[in-house]
């Protein structure tokens, strides 16, 4: 690898440096505390938070350095501090950063954060790297003959406007793709989809496609909705904590404060995982696994927990439908089965199901390790199976923790830019366009006239993972009419994708090519590597640079105030969505319901239209002013409960008592009906209006003529339907004489309604707040997905596997001619590669280091952090290494059957067993050995540069979403 340069001391800054080393100081010293007191309360108790200044009295001399804002406040100039939430993982970590005159001088973790409680990892602690931006893209560009050439906004915008206009007159608005950003705030992510719906499209997506895809389709068709269903925090109360697909302590740092609080309270801690980990180092048992093989697992794991009367009988015959059939394969998985399967031996299958059975409330977690698979969508309803069957969903300490990746990337998935789906899962069915119609006051009409046909109008788009495809693939095959002719990639890395040879020659068969981002990003190398123009890159502001909110993988939504202006010519997003908009003639549409001052859309605005569409998720309750307050408030929430003891804002008077932080969604009806937030979903314990729940009435009332219904007595407390209902609508509150409770306007809005479509929210406020019922319905859970490929999950083999034994036995689904508007092979792939071992032995799987987030540009850009990680690298185990006569730090060569190859340096560890390689999928910029530094613009080349693991990823997909199989392919090594 390369380092591009390393700032001088000075260039630095002294005091950042003394600043960004502090937090962990701080988390060596609140290890110290009483095992009953949290983080929070121990750095409380010690005086730290009366004052940095205090603190750093006690410090080292080599980490305290406040000379120059003492001096700059010595001068007269103002300290303002503006809190915020860092970029990069899903936690949430707030963030405290200190401006002067401008300028981001300093920061701080927040200590009276329920989420962080004053900690960082090493990438949130150096966010303020940002303020300076050395490695940004500066100012639009364009490839001319091959080398990067400045422009002007005005020309960019015009020049870019042009093109995508002439072709979506040639081709119709199908020819061009979207690529949206799960680093969008939520507002930015909701105007995206509403863009591109102007535009006339439903080619459009972004990163959740490619890492929780099938965690949302699986968990949604199991019991309602698609999220986490408790709490970073919430897993304090957890006996038991299984990880399976997570490495929770390099993807999620600081999520370990919370994990820990658990095991220091005796919860047992068991890994499953193809690699030891640093969070199995945490572990009290480590079960390695071949990668791809979890079902056979899960399945064994169930079959102890039925064999010894381990599941919550009472449970499932209330609330949980089709666990017979769980049960029946299950038994069909005997000891030497699972252990043909996934080399874990019998005693290790049990004790995973004990750990979990008799140390209840017990958890799971997982994260891509299960969900980037052809069967990803099997897996992720297999750990929710296993919840189901101990009765461990809807309790405190239970539940499926879902640990998403990016800051936003919960939100971007919940009101973003998604091909089957306007925001808030509504679909994209006739009464979903006239639902957002209505929302947007635009006519029905309109909007269909945008869109090539109301077929297309109504089918799911091109997704993220295919766009490759799209633009080279036979256009007869195709289920639009033409090929995509533009890509535009906004905040999206192309190294996050598999096929990287493959999107090579896309990139170079497109019209146009465009790059809206703060950095450069891999596009820009890729593309200028092998094109002479067409390409184009717009410096986009980062979330520092604006205000707005964004949802944490626990769905807690925080406010970010903008801490300083947009660096160099950036702009912020929703200002070039504007601008666009302007262009493309639909501006006035797009903003219809907004403010909009200097070009730049009002964000709380925009929040405040969310609100009055997003029923389905209860995105409504949590308007600007309430999540404000909340971050002005912290300390009054309690870190393990999330709930707010006492509480009166000082600025406004607003009671925050019994209001769960950051109104985790769903929070019902209208901010005024001041639902506190859901902290665990689907918790029968609680009453609705204090974030209680149940499993949604989402799939019918009856199936092969068994209730889909929950049983009598298993409502949610206090309600006053105490058996299972269906979802509510105008019909239902005729009926059940509810009607007159509604006012006049409720019952104009509401006629012809359903609790989803009810402009009004009234239908929700009399069945939640009068009645204490579940609008969506209170139902059973489903073990069993009749509307998916395998409704009872199924162990089947990677498309590429080195066990050719196991692909017969095993073998994947049948290909589909039409599949998300494209041919989908997966049969005809894994026979034609069913003997690949023999020349690539080697499963290749990858995944995250705590130095670098995503696709890596931003962080490797990032010289603190650079320095952690220079290269990178392959885990190979010993034997294997031996067995090709490859010592630690050799360089190497990763090929795969695609035909690609990597070079990297090798790391020989016993992290990885024998029959397995590991890479971080970070790493970007350089290509099959070369160094792309000159096909950067001139001094926006990250730090760190290196091969990208996903130029050598192969072909697979899941079978529901789409989702890409990272997590087990093959490979061969040898020294280069």
């Not at 689904?813 to 005809?828: C, I, V």
Request: net charge neutral; hydrophobic share 35%.
């Amino acid at each position: 690898m390369t380092l591009t340069r390393k700032l001088p001391a000075a260039e630095r800054g002294g005091r950042s440096a003394a600043r960004l080393a502090r937090p962990a100081q701080t988390a060596h010293a609140a290890t110290s505390a009483p095992r009953t007191m949290d983080r929070r309360a121990f750095l409380k108790r010690s005086g730290i938070t009366a004052g940095a200044g205090a603190f750093a009295s006690a410090l080292p001399f080599s980490m305290v350095g406040r000379a120059e804002a003492a001096t700059a406040t010595a001068a007269g100039a103002k300290v303002e501090v503006k809190r915020t939430v860092c970029t990069h993982c899903s936690v949430g970590c707030a963030v405290d950063a200190e401006v002067v005159n401008g300028v981001w001088v300093g920061q701080e973790p927040v200590f009276d954060s329920p989420i962080n409680m004053g900690a960082h990892c090493a990438k949130g602690a150096s966010i303020r790297e940002h303020g300076h931006g050395e490695h940004r893209l500066r100012y639009p560009m364009k490839l001319v003959d091959g080398k990067w050439v400045r422009m002007s906004w005005d020309d960019a915008l015009n020049e870019l406007s042009a093109r995508l206009l002439k072709l979506r007159e040639e081709s119709g608005p199908d020819s061009v793709y979207w690529i949206g950003s799960s680093k969008h705030n939520n507002e930015q992510a909701y105007l995206m989809r509403k863009f591109v719906s102007m535009w006339g499209t439903n080619n459009c997506d972004h990163q959740a496609r490619i890492c929780h895809s099938t965690t949302v389709a699986g968990v949604a068709n199991t019991w309602g909705y698609g999220a986490m269903t408790n709490s970073y925090n919430d897993m304090q109360n957890s006996k038991a904590i299984f990880f399976m697909g997570s490495n929770a302590a390099e993807a999620h740092p600081v999520s370990l404060l919370h994990i820990l609080h658990a095991k220091e309270n005796g919860a047992k801690i068991v890994v499953a995982d193809p690699r030891f980990t640093r969070t199995a180092a945490k572990a009290d048992h480590f079960v390695r696994i071949r990668s791809g093989s979890d079902i056979a697992i899960l399945y064994g794991v169930l079959r102890h927990i039925f064999e010894n009367g381990w599941e919550d009988k009472k449970y499932i015959e209330d609330r949980v439908y089709g666990m017979d059939k769980i049960r029946d394969e299950a038994m069909k998985w005997s000891a030497d089965k699972v252990e043909e399967v996934s080399g874990v031996p019998d005693d290790q299958v049990k004790l995973i199901a004990e750990t979990m059975a008799k140390n209840k409330p017990s958890t799971v977690v997982w994260c891509m390790g299960q969900t980037q698979h052809t069967t990803g969508n099997a897996i992720v309803r297999m750990m929710c199976n296993l919840q189901l069957a101990l009765g461990n969903v809807g309790v405190a300490g239970g539940g499926t923790n879902i640990f998403r990746g990016h800051d936003n990337v919960q939100g971007a998935t919940d009101v973003g830019p998604n091909p089957d789906s306007l925001p808030g899962y509504y679909g994209i069915a006739t009464g979903s366009w006239k639902h957002w119609a209505n929302v947007w006051g635009v006519d029905y009409e309109w909007l269909k006239g945008r869109y090539a046909s109301q077929a297309l109008m109504e089918k799911s788009g091109i997704t993220v993972s295919r766009w490759i495809d799209g633009v080279t693939e036979k256009n007869e095959l195709i289920d639009q009419d033409p090929n995509l002719r533009a890509v535009v990639f906004w905040g999206h890395a192309p190294n996050s994708q598999t096929r990287g040879k493959d999107m090579l020659e896309a990139m170079k068969a497109l019209d146009t090519l465009v790059v809206i981002d703060p950095y450069p990003s891999a596009t820009a190398a890729m593309a200028a590597s092998a094109r002479k123009d067409g390409v184009y890159l717009l410096p986009a502001a980062t979330q520092f640079e604006t205000e707005g909110s964004c949802t944490a993988s626990n769905r807690s939504i925080q406010w970010r105030e903008k801490v300083i202006e947009p660096l160099w010519e950036s702009k912020p997003d929703h200002t070039i969505m504007y601008l666009f908009a302007q262009k493309f003639g639909f501006a006035e549409q797009l903003t219809k319901n907004v403010k909009v001052n200097n070009n730049e859309p009002d964000v709380a605005d925009i929040l405040r239209e969310i609100n009055r569409g997003t029923w389905t998720i209860g995105y409504t309750g949590q308007s600007p002013e309430r999540l404000k307050i909340h971050m002005r408030n912290m300390q009054v929430f309690d870190p393990k409960t999330l709930k707010a003891k006492g509480g009166i804002d000082k600025e406004t008077g607003y009671v925050l008592d019994g209001e769960y932080f950051g109104l985790p969604w769903p929070c019902y009806g209208t901010p005024e009906m001041k639902h506190p937030g859901s902290p665990n979903l689907y918790d029968t314990s609680k009453h609705v209006m204090d974030g209680g729940g149940n499993f949604r009435a989402n799939f019918g009332v009856e199936k092969d003529g068994a209730s889909l219904l929950a049983a009598d007595g298993s409502a949610s407390k206090g309600a006053d339907l105490q058996f299972g209902y269906p979802e509510f609508d105008h019909v239902l509150l005729k009926k059940l004489g509810w009607w007159e409770e509604l006012s006049e306007d409720e019952k104009k809005k509401a006629e012809g309604k359903n609790w989803k479509t009810d402009s009004s929210g009234g239908i929700i406020r009399v069945a939640m707040k009068n009645h204490g019922c579940h609008p969506f319905g209170n139902a059973k859970a489903r073990a069993v997905v009749w509307n998916f490929p395998d409704p009872v999950p199924v162990h089947r083999e990677p498309i590429f596997s080195p066990r050719a034994d196991l692909v017969a036995k095993y073998p994947t689904h049948e290909d589909k001619k039409a599949f998300w508007r494209l041919p989908t092979l997966y049969k005809s792939v894994q026979e034609q590669f069913a003997n690949v071992g023999k020349d690539y032995p080697l499963i290749m799987t990858s995944g995250r280091l705590v130095e670098y987030e995503g696709g890596g540009d931003e962080t490797r850009s990032n010289p603190w952090l650079a320095e952690l990680q220079q290269n990178m690298f392959v885990e190979i185990n010993p034997k294997a290494a031996n067995d090709r006569g490859i010592r630690d730090k050799d360089m190497v060569w990763v090929k795969s059957p695609s035909g690609a190859q990597i070079k990297v340096q090798a790391m020989v560890t016993e992290r990885v067993g024998p029959d397995t390689v590991f890479l971080p999928f970070h790493f970007a910029g350089h290509w099959m050995g070369k160094d792309l530094i000159d096909s950067y613009p001139e001094g926006a080349a990250p730090v760190v540069r290196g091969e990208a693991v996903n130029t050598a990823t192969t072909y697979g997909y899941d079978s529901v979403t789409m989702m890409q199989e990272t997590k087990t392919t093959v490979c061969q090594i040898m020294k280069a």
